[in-house]
């Protein structure tokens, strides 16, 4: 079939636009849901004593410091702190009361590729045996995906070291 075709001249069609319109300015505009603008960290609760908050897109290998405001808990009195079960990658740092809840301020670092859960819980001083369960979920992106736009409260505060075995000082054996 390609030796048939061979000695044919290729086809070639032109593009014409609608009258009216060229094409260098046309006028068009797409129009988005305002859902699709939102771009703050989302809180929402799963139950009485449990929170999910979504970080949006991370970079692997960072710490972030993430704020976002959690909604009056009828658990919590004005004495939060986080209970004795520490996170590896998940570090509170505050809890100031205000009038929509509570701030809270904690600091994450992406250790791994992936959609991340860590969680904190949070206590009253009192010690009365309540706890609120905070989620945070983060999609991790690897080195070599580019830099993820941050939703607002969310803040890069460091990049740790990688190590990279072909960058090594180590030329073997003589």
């Known amino acids: ?18 009258a009216g319109h060229d094409a260098e ?13 939102d771009s703050v960290v989302m809180v929402t609760q799963e139950s009485d004593s449990s929170f999910l908050v979504k970080v949006g897109f991370l970079k692997i290998l960072h710490r972030y410091e993430i704020t976002f405001t959690l909604p009056p808990v009828h658990r ?10 520490p ?13 929509e809840g509570y701030s ?5 670092s992406a250790h791994k590729e992936g959609v991340l859960k860590e969680e904190i819980l949070l206590a009253c001083e009192g010690g009365t045996g309540t706890c609120v369960r905070v989620t945070v979920q983060a999609r991790v992106m690897d080195r070599h995906h580019g830099t993820p736009m941050l939703l607002d409260g969310v803040k890069c505060v ?3 070291l990688e190590y990279d075995s072909e960058h090594s000082d180590w030329h073997g054996f003589d």
């Open 1 to 18: 079939m390609a030796a048939a075709n061979k000695g044919n001249k290729p086809r070639v069609r032109s593009i014409r636009f609608a």
């Open 104 to 108: 809270v301020k904690c600091e994450y």
């Open 76 to 85: 919590l009195s004005k004495d939060v702190r986080e209970a004795p079960v």
């Open 25 to 37: 300015g046309s006028h068009s505009h797409v129009h988005f849901d305002e859902k699709l603008h």
């Open 158 to 160: 460091g990049a740790e």
């Open 87 to 99: 996170s590896l990658h998940l570090k509170l740092l505050s809890v100031v009361p205000v009038p």
